[in-house]
């Protein structure tokens, strides 16, 4: 466990992903300036948006990829012309919710393991890992965001209903403004770390989707991945909750500005109760379907 909190395991990755570092330099630093108000240099905001290009620019890439690949390579013909329409409209940008699994969490794990500050300080320093994590997740969620919008209607038969779709986009548009802020001025690092290692359960998620949509609900690797996502859930989200909840009541809330206060205040237990929601859906589910077989939310879908 704790080699998945040191830096030199993710060595070869971030090396792999630093190499794209000098095309998005430009539009980070006018980002990066937007961001903080000011005209000096800022190497956290600059970090931070390089990675927030590299994330959106690699998500493109994810889907053109897809686009070439999976009806004829990856899928088959046949079986992924047997999809549902809107799933097929829908498979190619999910395809992306891949990346912020493995793409935030070898920048956010190490920075969990390395960081410098307190955890009862919502002030202290924010390393470069932090700033790269939350590039990689704010780029995915911007990304996200245009997709649900840009193809609701898909989006929403593919999913389901609108409810979960609606709360995406709040909890997106929420970490896109408000995690870059903190960061930029040194605020809240210790709990963005922990929401941005959270990302690691998007694989199971969406491989569940994947299964899903294929038809594949019945097979072995359907039901490893929904008994693995629960441990995995419990462990990154819901156990860490004691902990951010500690750190919340026992820091210094006068380092904020009144403005910062309500905001932190408002803010920062959403992610936990969105986890705890999370959790409980996730158990009440892999319970239903272990006892019946019955995928959850599987006659909402056929309406």
């Excluded at 998500?59 to 990829?65: A, K, N, R, S, T």
């Excluded at 969990?112 to 932090?130: E, M, Y």
């Excluded at 072995?220 to 004691?242: E, H, Q």
């Excluded at 803010?267 to 379907?289: C, D, E």
Aim: proline share 5%; net charge positive; aromatic share 14%.
């Amino acid at each position: 466990m704790h080699a998945l909190l040191r830096e030199e395991t993710y060595a070869p990755a971030h090396a792999l992903v630093a190499r794209l570092e000098p095309f998005f330099v430009a539009p980070a630093k006018l980002s990066a300036a937007f961001a903080t108000g000011s005209t000096k240099r800022d190497e956290i905001a600059e970090t931070l948006f390089v990675y927030y290009f590299i994330s959106i620019a690699c998500c493109v890439g994810i889907m053109l990829f897809s686009l070439v690949f999976s009806r004829r390579f990856i899928v088959g013909a046949k079986r992924f012309d047997a999809l549902r329409p809107c799933d097929r409209n829908t498979w190619h940008t999910n395809l992306c919710t891949f990346w912020p699994a493995f793409a935030v969490t070898m920048y956010a794990a190490p920075a969990i393991g390395s960081f410098a500050g307190r955890a009862d300080s919502f002030t202290g320093p924010v390393s470069t890992l932090t700033a790269k994590a939350c590039g990689m997740s704010i780029g995915y969620m911007t990304w996200d965001l245009f997709v649900i919008v840009s193809r609701w209607k898909d989006q929403l038969e593919a999913y389901g209903g609108a409810g979960a779709l609606r709360l995406f986009i709040v909890h997106h548009v929420f970490s896109i403004v408000l995690w870059p802020y903190a960061l930029t001025r040194g605020l809240c690092a210790y709990h963005i770390n922990y929401f941005l290692v959270s990302e690691v359960t998007n694989f199971n998620m969406s491989l569940r989707w994947i299964l899903s949509a294929l038809k594949l609900s019945d097979s072995k690797l359907y039901l490893v991945n929904g008994l693995s996502w629960i441990p995995l859930f419990m462990g990154v989200r819901v156990v860490v909750i004691p902990r951010l909840y500690t750190a919340f009541m026992g820091s210094d809330w006068s380092v904020f500005t009144p403005a910062q206060y309500w905001v932190a205040l408002l803010t920062l237990p959403i992610p936990s109760a969105l986890n705890l929601y999370w959790a409980q859906q996730i158990v009440v589910g892999a319970t239903k379907f272990l006892l019946t077989g019955e995928e959850p939310g599987a006659a909402k879908k056929e309406d």
